[in-house]
């Protein structure tokens, strides 16, 4: 679908837009990629990167102008302990952003328009969530960053579906993403980066933020790219879908396989339930993406490990 084919993915310096980057070079995309303060981490003639700062609607129109395809990966993120401090920047920066690039790609004829929106738009459950399950509660230290996602979600069902003359927009609602490139740095990192950098690094003890019971769903990165490029070519009108492995990790038995595959024998490991912490069960139910999209996540989360391990030791 996309050899020869103009796509924009923005946020391409990022961990799933430069993963996306050099997806689509493969596949013989003309791409173009939007950075900000980080530099490329693709280098390719088959590439066109650009400065922008996509808050202003000049740089957004600037970047998709001639796009077919646009990929919206750039995003204001960070981990547990800033959502629970400050979560308010999460809120207006990608308010605006996701704003004007909608507004961008519309006015410039885009064919089609991927937001990567987020699991946590959806209510506390038990259960592996459906797509049909978003009630608009959601868990409480999620209300704003969830509130961001879920109205960005909207605005894209506005295009898709509340206009004279729509524009295809497609929304998927990932899995925790984990893998080769993504933040390592103690301020912005989520659980598996930060856990894997203690046992990489030997801490000793390592220091576990909450009880390790937590259950998450992950989906490696290259997982949720294919899963990702599936979606835009198989779905055409607004409906939503979950890009996961499909099931539940508890946090301890995922710092046991790391120890295990680094070969850190012997580790203390003291956990600290008054660090923060998010919800503390996420199930995700993936069966739509079968249907719809013939997707099924194929990497295991051991595999998985190994890989962005072996990253973490060869590149950081």
Same mark, same amino acid.
């Given at each position: 679908?996309?050899?020869?084919? /103009? #796509? ?9 837009? @430069? ?38 609607? !000049? ?10 395809? #646009? ?12 959502? !629970? /401090? ?18 961008? @790609? ?5 064919? /089609? ?23 608009? &509660?959601?868990? &409480? ?32 609602? %990932?899995?925790?993403?984990?893998? %080769? ?19 990489? &690094? ?5 220091? #576990? ?6 259950? +998450? ?16 070519? +198989?779905?055409?009108?607004?409906? %939503? ?28 490991? &003291?956990?600290?339930?008054? +660090?923060?912490?998010?919800? %503390? ?17 194929? *990497? ?7 890989? *962005? ?8």
């Amino acid at each position: 679908m996309f050899q020869g084919r /103009k #796509v924009l993915v923005t946020g391409a310096a990022g961990f799933i837009g @430069a993963r996306l980057v050099q997806r689509l070079v493969r596949e013989g995309a003309q791409v173009r990629g939007t950075l900000y303060k980080k530099d490329a981490v693709v280098r390719d003639d088959c590439v066109e990167y650009i400065r922008a700062d996509l808050t202003h609607a !000049e740089d957004c129109a600037r970047a998709c102008r001639d796009a077919e395809y #646009v990929f919206l990966c750039a995003a204001n993120t960070s981990g547990a302990a800033v959502m !629970e /401090k400050t979560p308010l920047v999460h809120l207006t920066p990608n308010l605006i952003m996701n704003a004007r690039m909608l507004e961008a @790609a519309y006015a410039a004829s885009v064919r /089609k328009t991927l937001f990567i929106s987020s699991n946590t738009v959806y209510p506390v459950s038990d259960d592996p969530v459906k797509e049909t399950d978003v009630t608009n &509660e959601f868990f &409480e230290k999620y209300f704003i960053v969830a509130w961001m996602k879920r109205f960005t979600e909207i605005m894209c069902e506005m295009y898709a579906t509340k206009i004279k003359k729509p524009m295809q927009t497609v929304v998927v609602r %990932p899995a925790n993403a984990y893998g %080769p490139g993504d933040k390592f740095d103690w301020e912005t990192s989520h659980v598996l980066p930060a856990l894997i950098r203690r046992v990489v &690094e030997r801490h000793d003890p390592i220091r #576990v933020w909450g009880d390790g019971r937590d259950i +998450k769903d992950f989906i490696y990165v290259d997982d949720l790219v294919e899963g990702m490029l599936l979606a835009m070519e +198989k779905i055409d009108g607004f409906e %939503p879908v979950n890009l996961a492995g499909g099931r539940g990790h508890c946090l301890h038995d995922i710092l046991d396989l790391i120890l295990r595959l680094d070969g850190y024998a012997g580790a203390r490991i &003291e956990y600290d339930a008054s +660090k923060p912490t998010m919800i %503390p069960k996420r199930l995700i139910d993936p069966s739509k993406a079968r249907q719809v999209l013939g997707f099924e996540a194929a *990497t295991s989360m051991e595999a998985g490990l190994r890989k *962005t391990i072996d990253w973490y030791r060869s590149t950081l």
